[in-house]
Protein backbone atom coordinates (compact mmCIF):
# COMPACT_ATOMS: atom_id res chain seq x y z
CA UNK A 1 0.00 0.00 0.00
CA UNK A 2 3.03 2.16 1.31
CA UNK A 3 4.70 1.53 -2.24
CA UNK A 4 1.76 2.47 -4.55
CA UNK A 5 1.05 5.60 -2.66
CA UNK A 6 4.43 6.55 -2.84
CA UNK A 7 4.60 5.76 -6.71
CA UNK A 8 1.20 7.94 -6.52
CA UNK A 9 3.04 11.28 -4.91
CA UNK A 10 5.71 11.04 -7.10
CA UNK A 11 3.50 10.73 -10.70
CA UNK A 12 1.82 14.03 -8.96
CA UNK A 13 4.90 16.00 -8.74
CA UNK A 14 6.12 14.93 -11.83
CA UNK A 15 2.21 16.06 -13.16
CA UNK A 16 2.74 19.19 -11.50
CA UNK A 17 6.17 19.93 -12.53
CA UNK A 18 5.47 19.81 -15.98
CA UNK A 19 2.42 21.56 -15.87
CA UNK A 20 2.44 24.94 -17.82
CA UNK A 21 1.73 27.87 -16.64
CA UNK A 22 0.22 30.79 -18.48
CA UNK A 23 1.56 34.19 -18.15
CA UNK A 24 -0.69 37.32 -19.40
CA UNK A 25 1.65 40.46 -19.77
CA UNK A 26 -0.21 43.83 -20.22
CA UNK A 27 1.81 47.25 -21.03
CA UNK A 28 0.06 50.75 -21.82
CA UNK A 29 2.34 53.95 -22.24
CA UNK A 30 0.07 56.77 -22.62
CA UNK A 31 1.57 60.69 -22.92
CA UNK A 32 3.62 59.88 -19.68
CA UNK A 33 1.24 57.70 -17.64
CA UNK A 34 2.38 53.54 -17.41
CA UNK A 35 0.59 50.77 -16.80
CA UNK A 36 1.80 47.03 -16.16
CA UNK A 37 -0.51 44.24 -15.38
CA UNK A 38 1.05 40.40 -15.17
CA UNK A 39 -1.22 37.73 -14.14
CA UNK A 40 -0.91 34.03 -14.51
CA UNK A 41 -3.31 31.12 -14.15
CA UNK A 42 -1.82 27.06 -13.39
CA UNK A 43 -3.91 23.93 -12.93
CA UNK A 44 -6.37 24.48 -15.52
CA UNK A 45 -7.38 28.20 -14.37
CA UNK A 46 -7.31 26.68 -10.59
CA UNK A 47 -4.80 29.24 -9.49
CA UNK A 48 -5.02 32.76 -10.56
CA UNK A 49 -3.28 35.81 -9.89
CA UNK A 50 -2.51 39.47 -10.88
CA UNK A 51 -0.11 41.55 -10.25
CA UNK A 52 -0.17 45.73 -11.14
CA UNK A 53 3.65 47.24 -11.46
CA UNK A 54 3.05 50.57 -10.99
CA UNK A 55 1.17 51.11 -7.65
CA UNK A 56 1.23 54.82 -6.43
CA UNK A 57 2.67 53.72 -3.02
CA UNK A 58 5.25 52.23 -4.20
CA UNK A 59 6.12 54.59 -6.64
CA UNK A 60 6.45 57.62 -4.32
CA UNK A 61 8.83 55.12 -2.28
CA UNK A 62 11.39 54.57 -5.31
CA UNK A 63 11.51 58.43 -5.39
CA UNK A 64 12.51 58.79 -2.08
CA UNK A 65 16.06 57.13 -2.74
CA UNK A 66 18.69 58.98 -3.28
CA UNK A 67 20.46 59.70 -6.74
CA UNK A 68 24.03 58.64 -4.56
CA UNK A 69 22.19 55.20 -4.18
CA UNK A 70 20.29 55.31 -7.39
CA UNK A 71 23.83 55.75 -9.45
CA UNK A 72 25.30 52.68 -7.36
CA UNK A 73 22.23 50.29 -8.02
CA UNK A 74 22.92 51.07 -11.31
CA UNK A 75 26.82 50.43 -11.68
CA UNK A 76 25.98 46.90 -9.83
CA UNK A 77 23.35 45.63 -12.76
CA UNK A 78 25.68 47.12 -15.35
CA UNK A 79 28.29 44.73 -14.67
CA UNK A 80 25.83 41.44 -14.67
CA UNK A 81 24.54 42.42 -18.34
CA UNK A 82 26.10 39.48 -19.84
CA UNK A 83 24.78 36.98 -16.79
CA UNK A 84 21.40 38.31 -17.74
CA UNK A 85 21.11 37.99 -21.05
CA UNK A 86 22.33 34.48 -20.58
CA UNK A 87 19.27 33.80 -17.93
CA UNK A 88 17.34 35.94 -20.89
CA UNK A 89 18.26 33.47 -23.73
CA UNK A 90 17.30 30.76 -21.04
CA UNK A 91 13.93 31.95 -20.44
CA UNK A 92 13.28 32.04 -24.22
CA UNK A 93 14.35 29.27 -25.13
CA UNK A 94 11.70 27.50 -23.16
CA UNK A 95 8.95 29.59 -23.21
CA UNK A 96 5.78 29.35 -25.98
CA UNK A 97 4.57 32.06 -26.98
CA UNK A 98 1.03 32.10 -28.28
CA UNK A 99 0.32 35.71 -28.22
CA UNK A 100 2.21 38.70 -29.06
CA UNK A 101 0.66 41.99 -29.58
CA UNK A 102 2.42 45.31 -29.67
CA UNK A 103 0.40 48.42 -31.42
CA UNK A 104 2.32 51.95 -30.88
CA UNK A 105 0.91 55.40 -32.10
CA UNK A 106 2.88 58.60 -31.99
CA UNK A 107 1.90 61.48 -33.87
CA UNK A 108 2.98 65.08 -34.43
CA UNK A 109 2.73 68.56 -35.62
CA UNK A 110 5.68 68.33 -37.89
CA UNK A 111 5.19 65.99 -41.00
CA UNK A 112 8.52 65.52 -41.59
CA UNK A 113 9.64 65.00 -37.91
CA UNK A 114 6.40 62.42 -37.60
CA UNK A 115 8.23 60.53 -40.77
CA UNK A 116 11.69 60.36 -38.87
CA UNK A 117 10.07 59.29 -36.00
CA UNK A 118 8.06 56.31 -37.56
CA UNK A 119 10.90 54.83 -39.78
CA UNK A 120 12.97 54.99 -36.45
CA UNK A 121 10.28 53.09 -33.93
CA UNK A 122 9.68 50.43 -36.91
CA UNK A 123 13.43 49.86 -37.01
CA UNK A 124 13.60 49.73 -33.05
CA UNK A 125 10.66 47.06 -32.88
CA UNK A 126 12.13 45.20 -36.15
CA UNK A 127 15.25 44.57 -34.21
CA UNK A 128 13.51 43.33 -31.34
CA UNK A 129 11.10 40.87 -32.75
CA UNK A 130 13.81 39.98 -35.09
CA UNK A 131 15.75 38.75 -31.77
CA UNK A 132 13.11 37.04 -30.98
CA UNK A 133 11.84 35.14 -33.42
CA UNK A 134 15.39 34.00 -34.53
CA UNK A 135 14.95 32.15 -31.12
CA UNK A 136 11.56 31.30 -30.73
CA UNK A 137 8.63 30.96 -33.23
CA UNK A 138 5.44 32.64 -32.17
CA UNK A 139 1.72 31.42 -33.32
CA UNK A 140 0.12 34.64 -33.50
CA UNK A 141 2.44 38.02 -34.18
CA UNK A 142 0.51 41.13 -34.69
CA UNK A 143 3.07 44.80 -34.94
CA UNK A 144 1.88 47.71 -36.00
CA UNK A 145 2.90 51.36 -35.85
CA UNK A 146 -0.08 54.14 -36.88
CA UNK A 147 1.09 57.57 -37.58
CA UNK A 148 -1.16 60.58 -36.11
CA UNK A 149 -0.95 63.73 -37.88
CA UNK A 150 -1.49 67.45 -36.40
CA UNK A 151 -1.21 66.07 -33.04
CA UNK A 152 1.38 65.51 -30.89
CA UNK A 153 0.68 61.97 -29.13
CA UNK A 154 2.31 58.66 -28.16
CA UNK A 155 0.48 56.03 -27.18
CA UNK A 156 2.16 52.29 -27.53
CA UNK A 157 0.24 48.86 -26.26
CA UNK A 158 2.24 45.66 -25.44
CA UNK A 159 0.43 42.49 -25.10
CA UNK A 160 2.17 38.67 -24.98
CA UNK A 161 0.50 35.29 -23.94
CA UNK A 162 3.15 32.77 -22.32
CA UNK A 163 3.46 29.00 -21.68
CA UNK A 164 6.24 27.97 -19.70
CA UNK A 165 6.31 24.36 -17.61
CA UNK A 166 6.71 24.94 -13.81
CA UNK A 167 10.30 22.83 -13.55
CA UNK A 168 11.69 26.01 -15.75
CA UNK A 169 9.97 28.46 -13.11
CA UNK A 170 11.70 26.61 -10.48
CA UNK A 171 15.36 26.47 -12.73
CA UNK A 172 14.80 30.15 -13.28
CA UNK A 173 14.13 31.23 -10.03
CA UNK A 174 17.27 29.19 -8.52
CA UNK A 175 19.56 30.85 -11.62
CA UNK A 176 18.15 34.36 -10.19
CA UNK A 177 18.83 33.82 -6.58
CA UNK A 178 22.72 32.81 -7.83
CA UNK A 179 22.60 35.72 -9.76
CA UNK A 180 21.22 38.33 -6.66
CA UNK A 181 23.33 36.58 -4.05
CA UNK A 182 27.15 35.83 -5.33
CA UNK A 183 26.42 36.51 -9.42
CA UNK A 184 27.54 33.13 -9.93
CA UNK A 185 27.99 31.97 -13.70
CA UNK A 186 24.81 30.64 -15.04
CA UNK A 187 25.05 27.07 -14.90
CA UNK A 188 23.09 24.13 -17.21
CA UNK A 189 20.69 22.50 -14.80
CA UNK A 190 21.43 19.20 -13.61
CA UNK A 191 18.66 17.43 -15.49
CA UNK A 192 19.46 19.07 -18.87
CA UNK A 193 19.40 15.65 -20.84
CA UNK A 194 15.80 15.94 -20.58
CA UNK A 195 15.15 19.33 -20.77
CA UNK A 196 17.45 20.40 -23.71
CA UNK A 197 14.42 19.05 -26.42
CA UNK A 198 11.97 20.39 -25.06
CA UNK A 199 11.79 24.07 -27.27
CA UNK A 200 8.74 25.61 -25.42
Given at each position: MMRWLLILIFGLVILLLYLPVKFSIFFLFENGKNDIRVSFTYLFGLIKYEIKAFDNKNKAKCEEVSEGKKKEKRGKELKKIAEYKELIDYIIRKIL????????????????????????????KSLIIGYIVSKKSIKNLNIKVL??????????QFNCIINIRMVYIINIWILL????????????????RFNENYNE
Open positions: VKKFYWETEIGLLDPYYLSIFYGFIWWVPLYNSNEFRSVKLYKGGEKIDRPSYR
